[in-house]
């Protein structure tokens, strides 16, 4: 099943998103697509809702090549709308109504939004933070075939950006990436086109072995590049069916379970974590349909991955991407579950380099610069130039930032990010290393590493973590641990207790947050 020619199929990959949607209307109409938590859409109910919507933008007068904002939590009408502005040649960009005002606001700015819409409005229970926004921004109040939501106004200066001659290498998403920045100080904002998106979709899905009766979660936020292709687009290509949530919890998950038969689930380690804490003592396969779990988004520590897979009964598979590859470089195969903590091959039709500071390949086993290539790899950054041309090599190679070893077969081991590295005596300390030490005991939930200036310019290595009511433990005791781990410099100078560690909406800890004293 994961044997498959990926030249065959990206020359037989549709140009725009749209088609994925207007395939499965045409071919099984009253098939489930979507359901919100309140109602089922089968395939034709969502083509038309599409249609409907798309309609709707054009009186709103947006255009070719204008940015269409969406605000809002998971839930149908982001679903339509990413379909609806794409199919306008427009660039849908998703935000999170759990941010900020001030994160809202910047990546409105920056992107140069015509339209932003809210997929909330007062007094709707599906995410009031997004009904907040909008009237924050004296947004109206309008009907759409989801309910309520709100219409920004209208943005007359902003100027539209070219349109692609060829639908595949338009832009249809600018996501916008977590806790990073350019140089100026705005967000960053990745620009990936229908081909981008539609390639790691299809990819996806046939990896994961999806069929039109699969019944997938979709708890990862649509707003962030996981949730809004592997998990979204990649369910949808397959003509099954997504099981829209716009928030996590691990109540909700366990009678997502029951209720809904769930046959897939995607999610980050945080969310598996969270899962086991719920479950407590429970250690037994709990009563499910699942024949395929994942992690991505960021490190999964073999005994997270161990205990959640006794608790699931099925392989916690495990994968490595960026915002910029749209996500997926590499990902564990179905047929192939691994004990240990790779990341997998390369996707079929992604290459692979993990390379010295000179730019040559290394041995296996040997720890280097992680480089990229694949049609996943976006168009660059919006409005930076320079942040794109520092981050593509000769041949169309993107450094990805990460620092990787592979074996002897080609699967891959992420150890880090560069710029995360701290410097500890002359020593290099890998945050990833003591975190997957922390997190390997079970009075540790999740950890987050960090490094401080320490005296006459070293570094402290300094680790915030959540701990696992269920095993009591002191710092005392977790020093002790460390000690039968670690070698002393990677040992952490200070452990401190928190509440909750700073997360995304996806899950993802915010270490620069963290650092910046939290």
């Known amino acids: 099943m994961n044997d498959f020619n990926s030249h065959t199929l990206l020359a037989a990959l549709p140009a725009r998103l749209g088609a994925i949607v207007r395939r499965w209307s045409h071919d099984t109409p009253h098939a489930p697509a979507l359901h919100d938590g309140s109602r089922h859409w089968t395939y034709a109910q969502l083509a038309a809702a599409i249609d409907e919507t798309a ?3 054009r ?3 947006l255009r ?5 904002m969406v605000v809002g939590e998971n839930c149908a009408a982001q679903v339509a709308l990413t379909f609806a502005a794409t199919d306008l040649d427009a660039w849908i960009v998703h935000v999170n109504g759990r941010l900020s005002a001030h994160e809202v606001d910047q990546i409105r700015d920056h992107c140069g939004a015509r339209r932003v819409i809210y997929t909330s409005a007062p007094g709707g229970a599906a995410s009031p933070d997004t009904a907040a926004h909008g009237l924050r921004h004296a947004a109206t109040v309008a009907d759409s075939p989801f309910g309520a939501w709100m219409a920004g106004a209208l943005h007359t200066g902003r100027v539209p950006e070219p349109v692609h001659a060829a639908s595949e290498y338009q832009v249809a998403a600018l ?4 806790g990073t920045t350019s140089a ?3 967000p960053k904002g990745v620009m990936l086109s229908h081909r981008n998106l539609l390639f790691v979709a299809a990819v996806s899905s046939r990896l994961r072995g999806l069929v039109p009766s699969d019944r997938a979660y979709g708890v990862l936020p649509i707003t962030h590049v996981y949730g809004l292709t592997s998990v979204m687009l990649g369910t949808l290509y397959a003509g099954a069916c997504l099981y829209l949530c716009p928030r996590f919890t691990p109540e909700a998950l366990l009678a997502a379970l029951h209720d809904r038969q769930l046959t897939i689930v995607q999610g980050v380690p945080a969310m598996y974590a969270k899962l086991l804490e719920k479950l407590g003592s429970v250690d037994a396969p709990l009563p499910n349909q699942l ?4 992690a991505g988004g960021s490190p999964l520590s073999p005994s997270l991955k161990a205990r959640v897979e006794r608790v699931l009964g099925v392989p916690l598979h495990n994968g490595y991407g960026l915002t910029e590859t749209a996500p997926t470089v590499s990902q564990t195969r179905l047929d192939q579950p691994r004990s240990d903590n790779s990341v997998g091959q390369p996707i079929p039709g992604v290459q692979a380099r993990v390379v010295d500071a000179h730019g040559e390949q290394v041995a296996p086993g040997v720890d280097g610069q992680l480089w990229v290539r694949g049609p996943n790899v976006m168009l660059g950054y919006y409005r930076e130039a320079q942040l794109t041309a520092a981050c593509m090599r000769d041949g169309g190679w993107f450094d990805t930032g990460d620092l990787a070893r592979s074996d002897a077969d080609g699967a891959l081991f992420i150890v880090g990010r560069s710029k995360e590295l701290i410097i ?4 290099n300390v890998y945050p990833l290393e003591v975190e997957t030490v922390l997190n390997a005991h079970p009075g540790v939930t999740q950890s987050a590493v960090v490094g401080r200036p320490g005296a006459q310019g070293d570094e402290d290595v300094v680790a915030y973590i959540e701990l696992d009511a269920r095993h009591p433990v002191t710092l005392e005791a977790l020093d002790a641990w460390l000690a039968q781990h670690l070698a002393p410099y990677k040992r952490p100078a200070e452990i401190i207790v928190m509440d909750a560690l ?11 947050k963290l650092a910046a004293g939290g």
Do not use: E, M
Not at 64 to 68: E, H, S
Not at 175 to 178: I, N, Q, S
Not at 424 to 427: L, N
Not at 502 to 512: N, Q
């Open 64 to 68: 070719p090549g204008d940015r269409l």
């Open 175 to 178: 996501v916008y990436t977590t």
């Open 424 to 427: 500890r005596a002359g020593f």
């Open 184 to 186: 100026t100080g705005a």
């Open 59 to 61: 009186a709103l007068d």
């Open 502 to 512: 700073p997360a995304a909406a996806t899950g993802k800890i915010l270490k620069a």
């Open 291 to 294: 024949r395929f779990a994942y």
């Open 55 to 57: 309609a709707t933008l």
